[in-house]
């Protein structure tokens, strides 16, 4: 059986996704891998569904786009788009939010596979650095991740901008936290902002996380008592130079680790078994 090293304790199920790979792979409590998918191409979002299906995005390989399957890798939805699609996020009613960077734009999928509705996306730049993460929250707003315009914009129902947040650069991943303040992932850091765009905490890879071989903070899980649950992903050369998943506390304390150079290069990102943003 395929093993982990884990450090620290109280490491959590979860599922991974290896953008080099492109493979699932889900760890029990002791890093053991229970289960392996292969993935339509390079993934770099993920969600096990409470139904056991996997939704991902994929670039590359059949297709830039989306795709839900089941545990057998039946396909349930696929979407396909000529954008790099760098992000997806499970609706009601089995719908899919897809972020379509080179069209600019947020699209919502049926179970069918289906474009029903788009949500046009503001931007300074185009092509590869439009976006990276796109959420919709609770109340129908919006929450997309610019790396090239340095921003997060809060979008309406209708793609109207209702906040911009300046950020570090080089940015991927953003959770809503149940104070309304944003936290993030970029490069070389995680933070958080609130409401007025005030960074008010942050962890760097030079002060706190030395000697982990940071590379690049791309997905990031919020738990719900508020610790973060992030992937150094190891792509541009650096596989088996770092460790790719740490866990972290509110406090700054790395809490553990998980790193599996031998069969996992690039995770690029995490679903902790049975939670979704913090909840």
């Given at each position: 059986m395929k093993k982990a090293t884990v450090s620290g304790i109280g490491f959590k199920k979860m599922?991974?996704?290896?953008?080099?790979?492109?493979?699932?792979f889900t760890f029990n409590e002791e890093g053991e891998v229970v289960y392996e998918l292969k993935t339509a191409g390079a993934g770099f979002d993920l969600w096990h569904l409470p139904n056991g299906n996997f939704l991902y995005s994929h670039l590359y390989g059949i297709g830039h786009g989306i795709s839900v399957v089941t545990p057998g890798?039946?396909?349930?939805?696929?979407?396909?788009?000529?954008?790099?699609?760098?992000?997806?996020?499970?609706?009601s009613d089995g719908y899919v939010l897809v972020g379509e960077?080179?069209?600019?734009?947020?699209?919502?999928?049926?179970p069918s596979?289906?474009?029903?509705?788009?949500?046009?996306?503001k931007t300074g730049v185009h092509g590869h650095e439009v976006m990276r993460v796109a959420r919709q929250l609770s109340n129908g707003d919006y929450?997309?991740?610019?790396?090239?315009?340095?921003m997060i914009r809060r979008l309406g129902s209708k793609g109207e901008v209702l906040a911009e947040y300046n950020t570090r650069a080089d940015t991927f991943a953003v959770v809503e936290k149940k104070n309304g303040n944003l936290l993030y992932t970029a490069q070389t850091a995680v933070a958080e902002i609130d409401s007025d765009g005030r960074e008010v905490w942050s962890m760097t890879a030079e002060e706190d996380f030395k000697d982990m071989g940071i590379h690049w903070f791309t997905g990031m899980q919020l738990l719900p008592d508020?610790?973060?649950?992030?992937?150094?992903?190891?792509?541009?050369?650096?596989?088996?130079?770092?460790?790719?998943?740490?866990?972290v506390s509110?406090?700054?304390?790395?809490?553990?680790?998980?790193?599996?150079?031998?069969?996992?290069?690039?995770p690029a990102n995490i679903q902790i078994e049975g939670v979704f943003d913090g909840k």
């Amino acid at each position: 059986m395929k093993k982990a090293t884990v450090s620290g304790i109280g490491f959590k199920k979860m599922s991974i996704i290896d953008s080099a790979q492109n493979m699932i792979f889900t760890f029990n409590e002791e890093g053991e891998v229970v289960y392996e998918l292969k993935t339509a191409g390079a993934g770099f979002d993920l969600w096990h569904l409470p139904n056991g299906n996997f939704l991902y995005s994929h670039l590359y390989g059949i297709g830039h786009g989306i795709s839900v399957v089941t545990p057998g890798n039946e396909v349930v939805t696929r979407y396909l788009s000529k954008s790099e699609v760098f992000c997806c996020q499970p609706l009601s009613d089995g719908y899919v939010l897809v972020g379509e960077l080179t069209e600019e734009r947020i699209a919502i999928v049926s179970p069918s596979g289906k474009l029903e509705e788009v949500i046009p996306v503001k931007t300074g730049v185009h092509g590869h650095e439009v976006m990276r993460v796109a959420r919709q929250l609770s109340n129908g707003d919006y929450l997309v991740v610019q790396p090239g315009d340095k921003m997060i914009r809060r979008l309406g129902s209708k793609g109207e901008v209702l906040a911009e947040y300046n950020t570090r650069a080089d940015t991927f991943a953003v959770v809503e936290k149940k104070n309304g303040n944003l936290l993030y992932t970029a490069q070389t850091a995680v933070a958080e902002i609130d409401s007025d765009g005030r960074e008010v905490w942050s962890m760097t890879a030079e002060e706190d996380f030395k000697d982990m071989g940071i590379h690049w903070f791309t997905g990031m899980q919020l738990l719900p008592d508020d610790n973060i649950v992030l992937c150094n992903w190891l792509g541009h050369g650096r596989q088996g130079t770092g460790v790719p998943i740490i866990a972290v506390s509110p406090e700054k304390k790395i809490l553990w680790s998980l790193s599996a150079p031998d069969f996992t290069k690039e995770p690029a990102n995490i679903q902790i078994e049975g939670v979704f943003d913090g909840k």
